[in-house]
């Protein structure tokens, strides 16, 4: 029968092992499950950096169209972020949408090669910007749903990053808010 001295010698030699097990435990887990115990990014391109979806030159229009929707400032852009990478992997669980994004693609060169005589992707910033603008304000026409589609998923995909989450916003998890007041916008308080 167990004595009260039997069980307190039980409890103490658990307790020297138990922090040395959960860091062992934290450690697997955090080398395992990157992003899990925000230490890692929320989200990687995958490995090796090669698209499973597009094609080389559809990648490429979509890098370069994705970088002028979310481009390189102060923080890094959506090419840093490997934002192509994940609407790739977007698009092969979203069939759907897939010709969708790849008529997009290709009419956004033909417009390109129709306005400057190149692919969008070899235009320079003010070239690509000129071809998007109209598509931005018009989102009737076929390639203005395309922009509103890529502009939508580029932002999605951007900040599910950790460069999105961390560096773009300082998210750094595990915050404790004691309050949580809301959007201040007199519009949206109803």
């Known amino acids: 029968m167990s004595t009260r001295r039997d069980a307190l010698r039980i409890l103490i ?3 020297s092992v138990l922090p040395a097990a959960a860091a062992t435990q934290q450690t697997k887990e955090s080398a395992e499950q990157a ?3 925000h230490q890692g990014p929320a989200l990687k391109p995958s490995s090796p950096a090669t698209p499973a979806f597009f094609q080389p030159e559809e990648f490429r229009t979509l890098e370069a169209l994705s970088e002028r929707i979310i481009p390189r400032t102060d923080t890094p852009g959506a090419k840093d972020a490997g934002v192509a990478l994940l609407i790739d992997k977007a698009l092969i669980a979203r069939a759907p949408l897939a010709p969708q994004y790849r008529a997009g693609l290709a009419d956004l060169n033909a417009l390109a090669k129709q306005e400057f005589g190149k692919l969008f992707a070899d235009l320079n910033e003010q070239q690509q910007i000129a071809v998007l603008t109209p598509l931005s304000l018009d989102g009737s026409t076929p390639l203005g749903e395309f922009f509103t589609l890529a502009k939508g998923m580029t932002v999605d995909a951007y900040y599910k990053t950790e460069v999105g989450l961390k560096v773009e916003l ?4 595990n915050t404790f808010l004691s309050e949580f ?8 308080n109803a």
């Open 13 to 15: 030699s658990a307790t």
């Open 35 to 37: 992003g899990h115990l």
């Open 181 to 188: 007041p809301g959007c201040d916008h007199p519009e949206h």
């Open 170 to 173: 300082g998210w750094h998890g």
